[in-house]
């Protein structure tokens, strides 16, 4: 992407968060994550991200249930499409048809959904989670840096005044339905 827009190719060193020192000064490019001679998506779903990235969300990422449903699913006791990589999460794909075939696009812009990381609420963290828990794993700080190994401890008080409300229209329209003899 920053090669089309005519800038230096992308270094783990100048990112904003840690990376491991071995990384710093690597170029990256579709081989740095991608074995160029097989380019294997599984590999460069995990062991191609932790390989540079040094943060506590990282690192936590293979004590996490996400990475135990990841392990299922690679090794053929999960469904496909059930497990978490860090891909699943931060390089979202789309699904286009296109004369009767499903494309399915990777999205490598990881800024698309990680600022602010609500972003990625509704196409990623729904997919598996409902919204008040997305939001409140969301907002819990530790929870997200230690890749989300447990239950939220943050709670977004602005869902329960919409659910309130959404029990009250319920409410009123169920009431104007079924006049009290």
Same mark, same amino acid.
């Given at each position: ?5 005519g ?7 100048i990112a ?10 690597k ?14 998506t ?15 969300h990282?690192? !936590?990422?293979?004590?996490? *249930?996400?990475?135990? #449903?990841?392990?299922?699913?690679? @090794? /053929? =006791? ?10 699943t ?13 499903t494309d ?16 990625m ?6 997919q ?5 828990? !997305?939001?409140?794993?969301? *907002?819990?700080?530790? #929870?997200v840096?230690n890749?989300? @190994? /447990? =239950? ?8 329960d ?5 959404l029990?009250l229209?319920a409410?009123?329209k169920?009431m104007?339905?079924n006049?009290?003899?």
């Open positions: 992407m920053r090669l089309a827009q800038l230096l190719a992308m270094k783990p060193g904003r968060s840690p990376m491991k020192t071995l990384a710093h000064d170029s990256l490019s579709c081989t740095s994550c991608h074995d160029d001679h097989a380019f294997d599984r590999q460069a779903a995990v062991e191609s991200c932790i390989g540079c990235h040094d943060d506590n990282s690192k !936590s990422y293979k004590q996490s *249930a996400h990475f135990r #449903l990841w392990q299922d699913e690679v @090794n /053929g =006791k999960g469904d496909k499409g059930s497990g978490v990589s860090c891909a999460c931060h390089l979202p794909r789309s699904t286009k048809k296109n004369d009767g075939q399915v696009h990777v999205e490598h812009n990881q800024s698309m959904n990680l600022r602010p990381n609500e972003k609420v509704r196409d990623i963290c729904m598996c989670h409902g919204l008040g828990f !997305s939001l409140d794993a969301l *907002a819990d700080q530790a #929870l840096k890749n989300f @190994n /447990g =239950k939220p401890k943050e709670h977004v008080k602005s869902l005044m919409a659910e309130q409300r029990r229209k409410e009123r169920n104007a339905g006049p009290a003899p």
